[in-house]
């Protein structure tokens, strides 16, 4: 299963798995500042921040599964199936096909201060890169150094969460992960030595599934 996380010591990292079994021929795209970039909706941008991530490349265009820019901006594409659904073009809004939303937003935008600017306007459409490359049903994260979202367009319209822990996977919604997340109430490992025990007894011995937090005092 795909997984992007972010992390963050004295530096900022961000990165995703891309957990397939074959390969597309993808290859490592490097976005220039003046690599023209064309929008099926929005016209070109001439001049942009540079951008670095995965993608598979078809006519010089890279369709990215994921990048970062040169100011730090990370995004990712997660597996939505079932549950991505993209808009008809629409007047007044910003029209970004699905497989421009990546660039669209990396090449503008430094922090997300100014990501969530840019999606108030956009509208993300079903308009595929060619009858060969149909639309892919994905979700994404989008994460600075100081916070992330996550990006899910539905069958409802545009959901926008903010994204406490930094991470994003396949399916579900996000916030069926956050509460799974959530539920987790046990974050140790705790184990019972059967050969401490009198294997030689005829009485069941039973212990109680510890649910709670617990300090390791690691000086006692």
């Not at 184990?191 to 069941?204: I, Q």
Request: proline fraction near 5%; charge should be negative; include cysteine.
């Amino acid at each position: 299963m795909c997984t992007a996380a972010t992390y963050k010591t004295a530096d900022f990292y961000f990165g995703r798995t891309l957990d397939y079994e074959f390969s597309y021929g993808d290859e490592v795209a490097v976005l220039p500042r003046n690599y023209a970039l064309a929008f099926r909706h929005m016209g070109t941008l001439k001049a942009h921040y540079a951008i670095i991530g995965m993608a598979y490349v078809v006519g010089d265009y890279p369709l990215y599964y994921d990048g970062i820019n040169e100011k730090g901006l990370g995004m990712a594409g997660l597996n939505f199936v079932g549950n991505a659904v993209y808009q008809e073009v629409g007047e007044g809004r910003e029209n970004i096909a699905q497989f421009e939303f990546i660039p669209w937003i990396l090449s503008q935008c430094a922090f997300l201060a100014e990501v969530r600017k840019l999606l108030n306007r956009i509208n993300i459409v079903n308009t595929p890169f060619s009858e060969q490359l149909p639309l892919a049903q994905l979700h994404w994260i989008i994460a600075d150094e100081n916070e992330s979202i996550t990006v899910e367009s539905m069958s409802d319209g545009l959901h926008i969460y903010d994204n406490p822990v930094g991470v994003l996977t396949n399916n579900p919604p996000f916030p069926q992960q956050i509460y799974y997340y959530n539920t987790y109430e046990n974050h140790q490992i705790s184990a019972v030595d059967m050969h401490a025990e009198d294997l030689e007894s005829n009485k069941l011995i039973c212990y109680p599934v510890i649910q709670g937090e617990r300090i390791n005092y690691q000086n006692k």
